[in-house]
Nanobody, 121 residues
Framework: QVQLMESGGGLVQAGGSLRISCGASGSIFKINAMGWYRQAPGKQRELVATVTSGGTTTYADSVKGRFTISRDNAKNTVDLQMNSLKLEDTAVYYC???????????????WGQGTQVTVSS
């Protein structure tokens, strides 16, 4: 089975920075893309940022210019550098990987358990 492990969440004051990380392990043939999603209390889970194996990135409009996603394809890891944090960024952040297994032509999505990011005034 595949496991995604997040780390780096915590408490930070508005305007500060945090870097969260995620590593994928297990029976993995290829990872097509990795990304970060978040869910705030009372809200739906939303996309924050994604990066493909080719380096193509996407960002939610609300984080453009403040967050940067990066990926190490060789180590199956993805990081999210979060700068100029706002109160609205408070959420549980989940790591996602779109990957294939040996012997399969299909890609599957896996999720981490989440890491809490809390921004205070």
């Amino acid at each position: 089975q595949v496991q995604l492990m997040e780390s780096g969440g915590g408490l930070v004051q508005a305007g500060g920075s945090l870097r969260i990380s995620c590593g994928a392990s297990g029976s993995i043939f290829k990872i097509n893309a990795m990304g970060w999603y978040r869910q705030a209390p009372g809200k739906q889970r939303e996309l924050v940022a994604t990066v493909t194996s080719g380096g193509t990135t996407t960002y939610a409009d609300s984080v453009k210019g403040r967050f940067t996603i990066s990926r190490d394809n060789a180590k199956n890891t993805v990081d999210l550098q979060m700068n100029s944090l706002k109160l609205e960024d408070t959420a549980v952040y989940y790591c996602n990987a779109e990957l294939s297994h040996y012997g399969s032509r299909h890609y599957y999505n896996y999720w981490g358990q989440g890491t809490q990011v809390t921004v205070s005034s």
